[in-house]
């Protein structure tokens, strides 16, 4: 497959031991983990490669896969808050999820944008960045999914965090 192609783990030896001795929630951390750390190195490549569109989908899928199978697990839909992910699946894990492909994203729209901008203006002419900006996500529209991707995944991360800010904030209060 394209994200094992990528270095990316759909299971790792140490997942496969703990699903094997019942401890599931164990196994879906450390597959998660293996899977986070993975994704680093598989995002470098694509990043020197300039994300060529089905790789960055392989990968993008690949991160959702923790999520996806949380969903199968607990009869939730795949798009299930962050918060009720958590419920199998740990916080931190959840946040890192969501930082990894919001990451992604911006990365790849980020050399899209760059690969399709062009040049034409000087760079210190105001605007210039917008305009070539506006021409690269019109010559590639997955540049601006890709960012809208990106921002929602790092906007959903934040939220998360702030929320176990209030709430450790409202433990250590009491």
């Keep these: 497959s394209r994200a094992a192609a990528l270095g990316v783990p759909a299971r790792t030896d140490a997942a496969e031991t703990l699903l094997k001795a019942g401890r599931p929630a164990h196994a879906l951390a450390a597959w998660a983990d293996a899977l986070l750390k993975a994704s ?11 994300f060529p569109q089905g790789e960055y989908e392989a990968l993008i899928a690949w991160i959702d896969e923790p999520r996806r199978l949380v969903a199968h697990l607990t009869g939730s839909p795949a798009d299930m808050p962050a918060e009720r992910a958590a419920a199998a699946l740990s916080l931190d894990h959840v946040e ?10 911006y990365a790849a729209a980020a050399t899209w944008v760059r690969e399709e901008g062009g040049e034409g203006e000087e760079d210190g002419a105001p605007g210039a960045e917008h305009r070539r900006a506006a021409r690269a996500m019109a010559a590639r529209p997955a540049a601006a999914a890709a960012a809208e991707t990106g921002f929602r995944e790092l906007s959903r991360m934040l939220a998360l965090a702030r929320a176990r800010g209030k709430e450790a904030a409202a433990e250590a209060a009491k």
Excluded: K
Excluded at 45 to 50: I, K, M, N, T, Y
Excluded at 96 to 105: C, D, P, T, Y
């Design 40 to 50: 680093v190195a598989a995002e470098e490549a694509l990043a020197d490669r300039g």
């Design 96 to 105: 890192m999820l969501l930082w990894r492909r919001g990451s992604v994203a």
